[in-house]
């Protein structure tokens, strides 16, 4: 079955513009969380949205949103970059088993903002 | 507050031999989860292998073992007979499974290069 899909795979943006990112969980799975990943902070959690619903919130200012359609697509968004957003954002969707809790994980959105 | 310790900025093994990837983790939760997951440079991360709080025997994933040791909080990666293309980097997560939220807490990762 298909992965995790996240698009763009690259984009290059320069500060104060926002950017939307996209991606397609497995099938069947509705919980879609998202991670940003730097050389200097490592792998953070951003926000999980299951069901349409944010779950949970990482620690990030209120320039990170997010949200998932119907279809458990999720977006993120990102307003008013600032240099230091540049990093790899991933994506990870899961069916909600409690008993593994495995994240699938897509290929990533590299965003560099100038 | 859950923390996740990777003491290993970079591993350096001849190709063939078993490697093992430290992780210690911290949590007051009685439930929780431990993964690994591997980087390779096109960024995806991919799962390896889980451990689960309550489970009393090691996982095992083909090459991969989990060398669960509860009560000194660690969980080391085992990978056996490493191959040129285990070269990447590799991270030890952790969730707490009662929370319903599907939140990994990530260590900074293990460069693990295979020399051949």
């Known amino acids: 079955k298909a992965g995790v899909t996240q698009t763009p795979r690259y984009l290059i943006k320069t500060r104060g513009q926002q950017v939307t990112l996209s991606c397609s969980p497995i099938?069947?799975?509705?919980?879609v969380s998202w991670y940003q990943q730097t050389p200097g902070q490592g792998l953070q959690f951003l926000f999980e949205?299951?069901?349409?619903?944010?779950?949970n919130k990482g620690n990030f200012p209120g320039r990170f949103s997010g949200r998932q359609f119907s279809n458990s697509r999720s977006e993120m968004n990102v307003s008013t970059l600032e240099l230091g957003d540049s990093a790899l954002y991933l994506c990870?969707?899961?069916?909600?088993?409690?008993?593994?809790?495995?994240?699938?994980f897509g290929e990533g959105s590299r965003l560099t903002v100038l | 507050a859950q923390k996740i310790t990777q003491t290993q900025p970079g591993m350096f093994v001849q190709e063939k031999e078993a490697v093992t990837l430290d992780c210690t983790y911290d949590?007051?939760?009685?439930?929780?989860?431990l993964f690994w997951y591997k980087q390779p440079s096109s960024g995806e991360m991919i799962f390896l292998i889980y451990?689960?709080?309550?489970?009393?025997q090691n996982a095992t994933e083909g090459r991969y073992s989990l060398n669960f040791q509860k009560a000194r909080k660690s969980a080391n990666l085992v990978i056996s007979a490493s191959q040129l293309g285990d070269s990447a980097m590799y991270f030890c997560a952790m969730r707490e499974l009662n929370q319903g939220a599907q939140k990994l807490v990530f260590g900074q990762g293990t460069r693990l290069t295979i020399n051949p």
């Open positions: 451990q689960g709080s309550y489970d009393e």
């Open positions: 099938s069947g799975h509705r919980s």
């Open positions: 990870a969707s899961s069916w909600q088993d409690r008993s593994t809790g495995e994240l699938f």
């Open positions: 949205y299951f069901s349409e619903t944010q779950r």
């Open positions: 949590t007051s939760d009685q439930s929780y989860g």
